[in-house]
C-alpha cells in the first residue's frame, strides 16, 4: 500500500511537473505588461476573460497566414512521408532481395546524423532548384521520414504470410496485396506516423528559418519570432501566440492519442 501511495505521488508530481509550464504561459496570455513585471509575482491575471493579448497578436502580425503555412506544410509533409514509408516498409519487411538488411540499417543510420551537418549542400541544392522561399523549398527534407521507413517495416514485418500468399494465389498484383492486405492491418501504425510527422514539421523552427524570406511564406515558429527583439521581449503576447501555436497540434494530439498508444503497442517496436 506504501508503495503504491509513493508511487501514486511520483506520478502527480511528474505531471505537475509537465503541466505547470503550459498552465503559467496561457495565464500569462492573459495579462497587461505591468502584470507581469509587477512585484510580488502574482499568479492569476486581474482579469481572466482579458483576451486583448490575443486580438494584438492578429492585428500585430498575419498569424492566421501562419497557421495556414504550417497547416499546409506539415499536412503534405505527413501524407508524403506516409507514402513512402509504407512503400518502403513493406518492401523491407516482405520481399527478399541481396544487402536488404544492409540497406535497411544504411537508411536507419540517417536518424544518426545531426541535420545540421546536412543544411548547408541541402541549402546549396534548394537553392539551385530555384525552390528558396517556397513551399517546396520547406518541405524538401521532410517528404520522407526515415523514422517513418522504420516504424512501417516494423509493423508490416510481424504480419502473418500466409494472408500475402493467399491474395498471391489469387491472382491479385502487388499493390492490390498492398493496398487491400497490408495497409488495413496497420492502421494503427499509419495514424502514428500521421500523427508523430504532423507535430514534429509543425514544430520545425531551424530549417524554415534557413529557406524563409518573405514574411508571406512564414511559419508559425518563425512567427513567434515576431514578439521578441534585442531590447525586449513583450511576453504577454509571445505567450497568446504561444498558445494559438499550440491549440491546434494539441486538439490533433489529444483527439487520436489512443492511436499513438495502439501504434507503439501492435507495431512491433519491443524488438
Request: aromatic fraction near 16%.
Amino acid at each position: 500500500m506504501r508503495l503504491r501511495w509513493l508511487t501514486a505521488l511520483l506520478l502527480a508530481c511528474g505531471a505537475l511537473t509537465v503541466f505547470f509550464p503550459f498552465f503559467w504561459m496561457a495565464v500569462t496570455s492573459l495579462k497587461t505588461a505591468p502584470e507581469i513585471q509587477r512585484v510580488p509575482l502574482r499568479i492569476a491575471p486581474d482579469q481572466w476573460m482579458n483576451l486583448g493579448n490575443y486580438r494584438e497578436v492578429f492585428h500585430r502580425e498575419p498569424f492566421g497566414r501562419y497557421l495556414l503555412n504550417s497547416g499546409l506544410i506539415a499536412s503534405v509533409s505527413a501524407v508524403s512521408s506516409l507514402i513512402v514509408s509504407s512503400l518502403a516498409g513493406y518492401g523491407f519487411a516482405k520481399f527478399r532481395f541481396p544487402a536488404r538488411d544492409a540497406f535497411f540499417f544504411a537508411i536507419i543510420g540517417i536518424l544518426m546524423v545531426p541535420f545540421q551537418s546536412v543544411v548547408v549542400p541541402l541549402y546549396l541544392w534548394v537553392n539551385r532548384l530555384g525552390f528558396l522561399d517556397t513551399y517546396l523549398g520547406i518541405l524538401a527534407p521532410d517528404l520522407v521520414s526515415v523514422f517513418g521507413v522504420f516504424l512501417m517495416r516494423q509493423a508490416i514485418e510481424v504480419l502473418p504470410n500466409d494472408y500475402i500468399d493467399a491474395a498471391r494465389i489469387d491472382g491479385c498484383s502487388e499493390f492490390r496485396i498492398f493496398y487491400r492486405v497490408i495497409l488495413p492491418m496497420v492502421k494503427p501504425a499509419m495514424a502514428t506516423l500521421l500523427i508523430i510527422k504532423f507535430m514534429w514539421t509543425w514544430n520545425e523552427f531551424f530549417w524554415p528559418l534557413v529557406v524563409v524570406n518573405s514574411p508571406s511564406m512564414r511559419v508559425v515558429t518563425i512567427g513567434l519570432m515576431s514578439f521578441t527583439n534585442i531590447y525586449f521581449i513583450e511576453y504577454n503576447l509571445l505567450t497568446a501566440a504561444a498558445v494559438i501555436s499550440i491549440l491546434p497540434i494539441l486538439v490533433v494530439f489529444l483527439t487520436l492519442q489512443k492511436w499513438v498508444v495502439r501504434g507503439v503497442v501492435m507495431s512491433g517496436l519491443k524488438g
